[in-house]
Each structure stands twice: as C-alpha cells, then as structure tokens.
C-alpha cells in the first residue's frame, strides 16, 4: 500500500509535466546574455521574474501542483549533463528537420559535486501558493541513452552511475522540503530488451527517499512499460494518452494500486480541447482506475507551444476536471490524501 | 588483398547551415540565398575529403532531413507526423503512400548534378554517390493506406522501377559511377534480404558503376550472408556494421566466403570516443588473413556519420583517411 501523507488534494488534482514556454522576453534576455550585453546576475534575475509569471499563470488556470515551467533549463538532459562532472560537450547533432540537440559525452567518471536542482525547488516554493510543488528531474536511464559513452565499460555501468547520482539529488531535494519528484524517462522503453535491468538501474533512484515520487514516460510503448508498472519503484505514472487519442487505456489495467497522472491535452497540436472531451476522457480512465488514484495533466511539458495556447489548454483542462468534480461532488467526494 | 577507405551517407549540418536553414524557414532569406549555403557546405565537405585520397565519398546528404525526406515530396507523397528511426534519438517523417508514386523526373541526380557544376567540382562527379533508401528500408518505414498497393512488394517493386531505375540511368548518364541503398531494415531481425535480392539485381541491370548497400544499426548474419552469395556476381558491394556489435570473426568468415568485395564499417559513429589506429590496424590485419576470397576491402564507418557532433564526424574521417 502506498502510505498517505499529511497533505489533502482535491479529488481528481491537476499539475503539469513541468516545461512551459519561455516568456518572449526571456528569451530575449537569454540572447542578450549570451552576447555578453547583459551579466549572469540580470540573467538569474530574469529567471525568477519568469518563474514568478508562469506559476501564477498555471494557479490562475486552477492547476492544483504547479512546477517553475523549466525556466532555467534549455534542455532536459543537457541541463543536468552541464551540471554533473564528467561530462564534455562537442557540439550539437541534430534529432528532427533542423531541430539540434547538444547532446554530452560522459568522459570521465562521473561525480555529484553539488546539488543540481535545490535552488530552482527553494525558488519554486517560494513563490508557489499551493501546498504541493511538482520538481522534476531526468532520469538515469535517459541522460545515459542521450549521451556518447566514452568512458564506462557498458550502459549498464553508466545509467547506474547515474542512478546513484540523481538518487543523492532526490534526498537532498527531501531534506530541502520537496514532497514531489517527478523522474522524467521519455527513452525508457526505447530498447526493448534493455528493460530488465533499465527497470532495476532506474528503481536506484528511489533508494531511501520517503517522499512523493512519480515518474513521467512518453511518446513510448506502453504495452511493454506496463508490464513493469509493478516492478518500478514509483507511485505515479504519468503518460500521454491525448496524443493517442485515449486508446491503450487497457494497459491500466495493470496499475495495481498505483496512481496514473493522466494525460488529457496534447501538446503537439495547437487545437485546444473543450472541456467537454476533457471530462469524457475523464470519465473512460475512471472505469478503469479509481478516481483517488488519478491525477490530471497534461501530455507532457506544454514548452513546445505558443504561451497563450499553452494557457488555454490548462485552463480547459481545469474547466474538464471541475465538470466531474462536480458530478463527484453530488457524491460526497472532494477530497483525497496525497500519498506518496 | 587491396585495402581502400570509403565515405557514405549524412553528414553533420554545420551551424552555418542550420542557421541559414532556420532563417529560411522563418522567411528571412530567400531560396537561392539558402541553395548558396548548401552548395557552400557541399563544396567544403567535397573539397576536405577528396584532398585525402577516400575511394569514393557521398554528397554528405545536406539537403535531406531524413532518409526519406524531401524524396517523398519529390514522389507527391505526403508524411506522417515523427517517428524514432531505429533505436536512435533521432526522427523522421513516415511516407504515407495513399496514392501510387508519381516521379516524373530524377530529381536528386539532377540536383545534385546542377550543385556540383555550380560549385566547380563536375570532375570529381565519378567519386560521389547518389543515396537513396532501399526498398526494404522504404517499406518498413512507410505507411500503405487505402488501395494504393496491395503488398509492402508491391510497393517496393514500383520504388524501385520508378524511383530507382530512373535515378540511376539518369546519375550514370551525368557521370556518376555510384549509388548507395540504404538498408538499415536488413540488420533487424524483422526481414528476409531474400525478398529483395531480384530488386538488387534490377538496378544492377541498369547501373554499370558500383551500387553499395550500407547496412547498418546492427548485423544480421542471416540476411548478410545470403546477400553476399547472391549478389557475387554483380556490381554491388555490402557496407557491414561492424561497430554496433561485437561479431566472431568465424561468423563474419563464413558469411562473406561467397563474395569478392565487401565495406566494413569499423569506425563507430554513434560513439565519439575515438578508435585507435593501432586496433583499426589489428583488425585490418585480421580481416586479410580471414576473409582470403576478398579481393577489394572497403574500410569506412558503421552508419551515418551524421550521429556525431561535427567536430568528432570530421576527426574520424581523418582517422579514416590514414588507411586510403
Ligand atoms: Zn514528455
């Protein structure tokens, strides 16, 4: 049984995956910074500013656990690639069209030197006015499979290495306060036949740590990750199932008495949903998991989207979910007890 | 034995490129003012390696997103949305062949001929390949909707008569003298090469230089050996991908004892660790005493060298040249 926390959350409780977009002008701030127009200390002021924004722009949409957007981070393993030892960049290669990637090589054994992401969840809790913030970070098994492997003898070797060091991370990120990680692991399932001991390797991260942890997997196949829903060491699944238009519901089935954070808009198209097909997607994912076990989000991170489609879609979001809420409600259901 | 170094296959856009690319797409320079940059590119690219003395290189592929794009445009073909290709961290678009393929004329030789002239190199044009997917690979990647094509053979079968066959009477007739297939799909453990082998030998018909068909990601002892039995007698040489597995050397005997040539992609380029020239040496040495009916041995890369930052694709490509 997962153990209740000392938290109350209103019944079907909405977040984010975590990236949103950069406000225009920080990204000009960025540009600015980077040809040397403007020094590191504006630049970090600006961050903040932004955080400052797109959290109340997510509690303005009713999201219930918000997250800092991202701001910070350029990319999902680059930022974390920059911030361990050990690592060396060579310069981009490119993922799709002309999308790039700077994507690391691990040189050198790698070494936890500081905390990675203590700083964005102090600033994040700071500004937040919910009672549960969402932190994410990327996990093990992604940074080793995004990355060039100069230096360790196997993948193996290097996603455990890896694991170890994130699992450092997440203690510290408890010991600072934080009540809920999100381990993002968008190439988990990518090599199937990696997935016996990925599962293990990625479980590492979890080792001691008595706080909310849920782990974010997307653009995957789900039939081969809910096979080890069980074996992964983790309360929440978050999953896109917008994108698939609500197919492979099945594979829920199989949960247990886990949590699915359940994605209801997609966010590689600019339709917004009405909160009508939110809630009918709603209600087909609750005759299959018990509505205290499921959590509202998005697919993913919303980044990739223009701002204000990307506030539009949280908002119908919200609005979907408050349409069962209310049927529940009738009920005598409101409430839930986070557990972690 | 004769030992020579190859190229094949995408390279990294420089930052150059990417930029002029994203300016373009954003409408702030024109098309031929993004043509000029990609014939710049190419003329680095061609002017860098043919200094070294590699057998044969390609066009370093700048102009393609992906190893079906823009040929599907070329063929009226519409895309799906991205999908992973292999079990890289890298996407393409998938064809959706709703309708039979329509190409009218060959347009990548002739692109790629009009560069060539534009930029001075039109001597050079018999050491550049043309690439292009190979059926298998087309097929796997594709999607068949509606009643376009009865079978994956049925399309392949008309890539090849209208795609292919065209492209290649047409490279020969400008001057080229190679032609590279790509078939990443014959590593898997998914397909039969048998399926294929009467296609191969079709474009063989029509091509009188040399076809190559890299086949990468992986090996498939199975699919590689019935290959180089077949297609002994022919213009076509196998690229192997001897990088991504560790392969027993009396497999790779056994399987390539039928044929007279072959490519061995011993370089990694999904890897930026460099390889040492004392190991490319030592396995250099190994393959001459085992593979003793190769007559021509191609040393080159395992797959695209396009997986690599381009610092590191250039670095091994010096690495390479020290065995032309
Ligand atoms: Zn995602």
């Known amino acids: 049984m997962l153990k209740e926390m000392n938290i109350e959350l209103p019944i079907l409780p909405t977040t984010v995956i975590g990236s949103y977009p950069r406000p225009k002008w920080l990204r000009h701030m960025i540009r600015l910074y980077k040809a040397g127009r403007i020094d590191e200390k504006t630049l970090q002021e600006s961050f903040d500013d932004a955080v400052i924004a797109v959290v109340k722009e997510q509690e303005d949409a009713g999201i219930d656990i918000p997250s800092d957007g991202e701001m910070r981070r350029d990319e999902m393993v680059e930022y974390f690639a920059q911030r361990i030892k050990g690592f060396r960049f060579y310069g981009p290669v490119r993922v799709w069209g002309n999308n790039f990637f700077n994507k690391p090589a691990v040189v050198d054994k790698l070494v936890y030197e500081k905390p990675i992401v203590i700083d964005e969840y102090m600033f994040l809790r700071k500004v937040s006015r919910r009672p549960v913030v969402k932190v994410t970070i990327t996990g093990p098994y992604t940074i080793a499979d995004w990355s060039f492997n100069e230096y360790y003898s196997s993948k193996q070797e290097l996603v455990y290495e890896l694991a170890k060091i994130i699992n450092r991370e997440i203690l510290e990120l408890e010991k600072a306060g934080a009540k809920f990680v999100q381990v993002d692991e968008p190439a988990l399932t990518t090599h199937p036949e990696e997935m016996e001991w990925a599962v293990e390797a990625v479980n590492e991260v979890t080792k001691g740590v008595n706080i909310k942890l849920g782990i974010h997997v997307c653009y995957s196949n789900y039939e081969i990750l809910s096979k080890y829903f069980d074996k992964l060491n983790f309360s929440q699944f978050a999953l896109e199932f917008a994108n698939r238009s609500f197919r492979d519901l099945h594979i829920l089935k199989r949960l247990g008495d886990k949590e699915i954070g359940f994605g209801v808009v997609d966010v590689h198209s600019r339709r917004i949903e009405t909160p009508e097909e939110v809630a009918q997607a709603i209600r087909k994912v609750m005759e299959i998991v018990d509505v205290e076990r499921i959590y509202i989000n998005p697919d993913c991170g919303l980044k990739l989207l223009p701002r204000e489609i990307a506030k539009a879609k949280m908002e119908v979001m919200v609005r979907g979910v408050n349409i069962i809420r209310e049927e529940l409600r009738r009920k005598g259901v409101e409430k839930i007890i986070m557990r972690r | ?324």
């Open chain 2, 1 to 324: 034995m004769k030992i020579m170094s190859i190229l094949y296959g995408s390279m990294p856009r420089s930052r150059r490129l990417a930029r002029a690319l994203s300016r373009y797409y954003s409408q702030k320079i024109s098309l031929e003012a993004l043509d000029e940059i990609y014939r710049k590119e190419l003329k680095r690219y061609i002017d860098f390696t043919l200094t070294y003395n590699f057998f044969r290189i390609s066009d370093g592929m700048f102009r393609w997103d992906d190893l079906f794009n823009p040929l599907a445009e070329y063929m009226k073909i519409p895309v799906n949305g991205l999908k992973r290709f292999y079990d890289n961290n890298f996407f393409f678009r998938q064809p959706v062949f709703k309708e039979k393929i329509r190409y009218e004329t060959p347009v990548i030789s002739e692109i790629l001929t009009k560069d060539l002239k534009l930029i001075g190199s039109l001597d050079r044009i018999n050491r550049i390949s043309i690439s292009l997917p190979g059926p298998a690979t087309l097929v796997a990647n594709s999607l068949i909707e509606g009643s376009s094509y009865t079978s994956t053979n049925d399309l392949a079968r008309d890539y090849i008569e209208k795609v292919v066959l065209k492209e290649a009477e047409n490279a020969y007739k400008q001057g080229f003298r190679h032609i590279d297939l790509h078939e990443p799909e014959l590593a898997s453990e998914n397909v039969k090469a048998d399926d294929y082998i009467d296609l191969y030998k079709r474009v063989s018909e029509y091509f009188r230089g040399f076809i190559w068909i890299p086949i990468y990601f992986g090996y498939n002892s199975r699919n590689i050996k019935i290959l180089a039995e077949e297609l002994r007698d022919t213009n076509i040489i196998l690229i192997i991908d001897l990088a991504t597995k560790n392969i027993d050397i009396e497999k790779l005997r056994n399987d390539l004892s039928k044929t007279k040539a072959v490519g061995v992609g011993l370089i990694n380029s999904r890897n930026t660790k460099m390889e040492k020239i004392a190991y490319i040496r030592e396995y250099v040495a190994t393959l001459e005493k085992t593979l003793s009916n190769i007559e021509d041995l191609y040393l080159t890369h395992n797959t695209n060298l396009e997986f690599l930052p381009e610092k590191v694709a250039y670095k091994k490509i010096r690495l390479l040249s020290k065995f032309t």
